[in-house]
Structures are given as C-alpha cells and as structure tokens.
C-alpha cells in the first residue's frame, strides 16, 4: 500500500512562498493521480490541486490559479506544492492524496492521504 507523508508547513507573511512536499512510496506510486486538499477549522475540506501520473494534466481550484504550482518528480516519489503570494486565506491544514482514478477533485475517488501540514499566513 503507497503511504503519504506531507512536509513544508510552517508560518509565512501574506505575499510570502512555501513549497509543501508529498512524499510516497509504494510499488504503485507512478500510475496514482495526487491531489491536495486543504482543511480550516471549523470549515470542510476543499481540494486545491491535483496531478494526473505523468504530470501532462494538472488542475487548480479557482482560487489559487496562477499562485500555486503543482509538480510530481516520480524518480523521488514526490509531488510538490508551490505556493507564492500567499494570502490569509490559504490558512489551512494541507493534506496530500492518491487516487487510482481521473477524477481529480472528487475526495471518495482518493484512498490513500497523508497526515496533514499546517499552513498559517499572517496579515
């Protein structure tokens, strides 16, 4: 079974970058799309960002198109989350997830998911 571990939370300064890391392992890694997701308190979980296996297909919730970068190297089983000009509202728990499918931003289509990095933005 692939396992997901997410890395590169921390504290940043609105207009500020992080590069949050998903690293995998598992004989099946280079076939899964991944997916990121993201979780406020008191709010649901959103989906924000999803690769298909060979990295051609990449997708964006609205709200992070042209801030935020997707990318997989598969020959080091990661996949990357660049996120400049962060804003206060990219405040969140950042999940990485891997699905067998193409549906991307449909949770039930991921079945496996990492433990979470915590993402704060200050004003």
């Known amino acids: 079974q692939v396992q997901l571990v997410e890395s590169g939370g921390g504290l940043v300064q609105a207009g500020g970058s992080l590069r949050l890391s998903c690293a995998a392992s598992?004989?099946?890694?280079?076939?899964?799309?991944v997916g990121w997701f993201r979780q406020a308190p008191g709010k649901e979980r959103e989906f924000v960002a999803a690769?298909?296996?060979?990295?051609?297909?990449?997708t964006y919730t609205n709200s992070v198109k042209g801030r935020f970068t997707i990318s997989r190297d598969n020959a080091k089983n990661t996949v990357y989350l660049q996120m400049n000009s962060l804003k206060p509202e990219d405040t969140a728990v950042y999940y990485c997830?891997?699905?067998?499918?193409?549906?991307?931003?449909?949770?039930?289509?991921?079945?496996?998911w990492g433990q979470g990095t915590q993402v704060t933005v200050s004003p």
């Open positions: 997830a891997a699905s067998s499918y193409n549906a991307y931003i449909v949770q039930s289509s991921y079945h496996v």
């Open positions: 598992g004989r099946t890694f280079t076939s899964l799309t």
């Open positions: 690769i298909n296996w060979s990295g051609q297909i990449k």
